[in-house]
């Protein structure tokens, strides 16, 4: 077996930078406040914080659209806040990742603003411009991921742009080596400063088919997703294989790289030692709601098969790993919904189903990251208008719904569900005003049950869900399970158990094991490996071998005596 790399042995805390704790009174938090809070990560065994994007950029999808690659948002605080921050990590070890957004740019982009101005210009062919149909209207009938065209008319060129994502990100021209070269420099200049890894964002998307044809539509708007023109173009890897080259070959670092729809078959081309990356996100077991990239009006909402599926992809994932690469584990980011309500009905006990998730969340195989609030169990939130929420793809997909004839109440349902803004709520740090996150007037609400649920509180009750996380951490860092949890392969079991998730680790002669109930019943189950095995952590006290209680998550230790 090989030796583990750092990254491997840790865990990751994603950080959204604009809700986590502001330090000037602004209404947003900056880089100051994840300085500060370095020592409270340390408490949940963090190596690596993924920062999401700090570049200057005008917000529109929250830092996702770049005005410059190099730069840090004054919002945030300065280069010599960001330098600090790197410095002060270090001390603890903890290394900070820096999301790369490298599919497209801000439209304020100084290139784009150059490419936009004329086709002579000298950024002309930095992003992908397309003449109109005969008619006039837009070069194909592709929908942007946001909702609406995927191109945007430019008058001063009298052509189109292609943009994934909303029109104030074109996509950049990947064909182009200018292109690549500039942002391998970017990123270049980020190793320079000594940060301990990237996350890659919508990678899957770089690069464009040789021809550009319209799809069969997918929804009553005559337009056909995006993703499913696009995603994964053949010649994608030679991009990619350039991109490690020229970055992140020979450094001590990791990379992750958001990916959806890589099919298992294809992991080896993107990850471990022949592929580009060291782990990917892939979504299957995010999208079990939307498998097919359907609108979120499409969406069927909590069903309780959800949980055999959820086993299934998650089991999938797992072996799949244990061939090419690593496991990058996560139930929740700043686009998904709480997990709480992911994968539990709406009447499930909150605090269980947390636990539920740190448990398998800190013992599956992999590299666990624990998402901002994860840890104190935050819940979704649900906010009367369309008005209230920032987000611009909920905005995108209320229209979607209403256009697809549901009712204002109906698409307000569906936002409340779905939207993104339900993970990006302020950090709820104490009981005191807006939870401790600002002094000043929160970009975003803070959540209505902070007083009960804040680092503050939490931290003093033994049974919170941050103390179980705590635990959990310990667990996978120190003692006797740590080898296990960190090395040992995977098992499923009680594979055909429609509530049960259960799986077994192993690694010389120790085994671990997870039991999750994820129904609202008791279960009774029959294990009876788990004869001799010793209770390592319980999410509800005095649980019992043999049957679980709603939504309890059990964790056992066993000596195998045997060296295998
Ligand atoms: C994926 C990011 O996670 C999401 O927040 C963003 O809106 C899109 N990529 C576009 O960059």
């Known amino acids: 077996m090989k030796e583990l790399k750092w990254w491997q042995k840790t865990n990751v805390y994603q950080v959204y930078p604009k809700s986590f704790l502001d330090t000037t009174g602004s209404g947003t938090g900056d880089l100051n406040g994840v300085t500060e809070k370095l020592d409270y990560l ?15 950029s005008p917000m529109v999808d929250n830092g ?17 806040d960001m330098e600090r921050l790197i ?21 304020q982009h100084p290139w784009f603003i150059d490419s936009a101005s004329s086709r002579d210009s000298e950024h002309s062919d930095w992003y992908i411009w397309r003449d109109a149909k005969p008619d006039g209207s837009a070069p194909t009938n592709w929908r942007s991921i946001f909702g609406g065209s995927a191109w945007t008319w430019c008058e001063a060129r ?18 182009n080596p200018k292109v690549r070269q500039a942002l391998y420099d970017a990123a270049n200049f980020w190793l320079d400063k000594g940060v301990g890894g990237f996350r890659i964002d919508a990678i899957v998307y770089i690069k464009k088919p040789a021809e550009f044809v319209d799809g069969e539509p997918d929804s009553d708007d005559g337009m056909v997703n995006i993703h499913s023109m696009i995603a994964n173009t053949p010649g994608i890897l030679d991009f990619l294989h350039e991109f490690k080259e020229k970055v992140f070959e020979g450094h001590d670092i990791f990379t992750v790289a958001e990916a959806n729809g890589i099919e298992p078959e294809d992991l080896d081309k993107w990850v471990g030692d022949q592929g580009v990356f060291d782990m990917l996100f892939e979504f299957s077991h995010m999208n079990l709601e939307f498998p097919h990239g359907e609108l979120w009006s499409q969406a069927t909402g909590y069903t309780p098969d959800i949980i055999p599926r959820l086993k299934k992809v998650l089991s999938a994932s797992q072996q799949a790993t244990a061939k090419n690469g690593w496991y990058p584990i996560f139930f929740e980011n700043h686009d998904q919904m709480r ?31 624990i998402y901002e609030g994860q840890e104190l169990g935050l819940d979704n ?31 307000m349902e569906i936002v409340h569900r779905y939207s993104r803004d339900n993970a990006r709520t302020p950090m709820q740090w104490t009981k005191g005003k807006n939870a401790g996150f600002s002094a000043g007037t929160p970009w975003l609400p803070v959540h209505e049950d902070y007083r009960w649920q804040c680092v503050e509180s939490e931290a003093m009750e033994d049974d919170s869900v941050l103390s ?36 077994k680790r192993h690694f010389g002669c120790r085994e671990v094991y997870t039991l999750v109930n994820f129904s609202g019943q008791e279960q009774d189950y029959k294990l009876p490996e788990l004869a001799g095995a010793k209770l390592l952590a319980e999410s509800v006290a005095d649980s019992s071998q043999g049957s679980l209680r709603p939504y309890e998550a059990v964790i056992y230790i066993k000596e195998t005596g045997e060296h295998l």
């Open 42 to 56: 340390k408490t949940l065994g963090v190596g690596a914080i993924w920062l999401t994007p700090v570049y200057p």
């Open 468 to 503: 179980f996380y705590r635990q959990l951490a310990a667990l996978r860092h120190t003692g006797e399970a740590a080898g296990v949890l960190q090395q040992g392969d995977y098992t499923e079991l009680l594979q055909e158990d429609p509530s049960i998730m259960a799986f």
């Open 381 to 411: 939130v649900a906010w009367g208008a369309i008005e209230d929420y920032n987000d611009i793809s909920s905005h995108g997909q209320y229209e979607l719904a209403l256009a697809e004839g549901r009712t204002a109440d109906e698409a």
């Open 64 to 80: 996702y659209d770049i005005a410059d690659f190099t730069g840090i948002d004054p919002s945030y605080g300065t280069m010599a």
């Open 158 to 175: 009298q052509q189109y742009y292609l943009h994934t994502f909303a029109e104030a990100q074109p996509d950049l021209n990947w064909e």
């Open 87 to 107: 410095a002060e990590g270090k001390r603890r070890g903890i290394r900070m990742v820096m999301d790369l957004v490298y599919n497209h740019s801000s439209n």
């Open 339 to 369: 997990c709480v309500k992911h994968y539990f009905p709406a009447t499930a006990d909150r605090k269980r189903a947390a636990k539920a998730m740190a448990a398998s969340l800190m013992t599956l195989r992999g590299t666990p990251f």
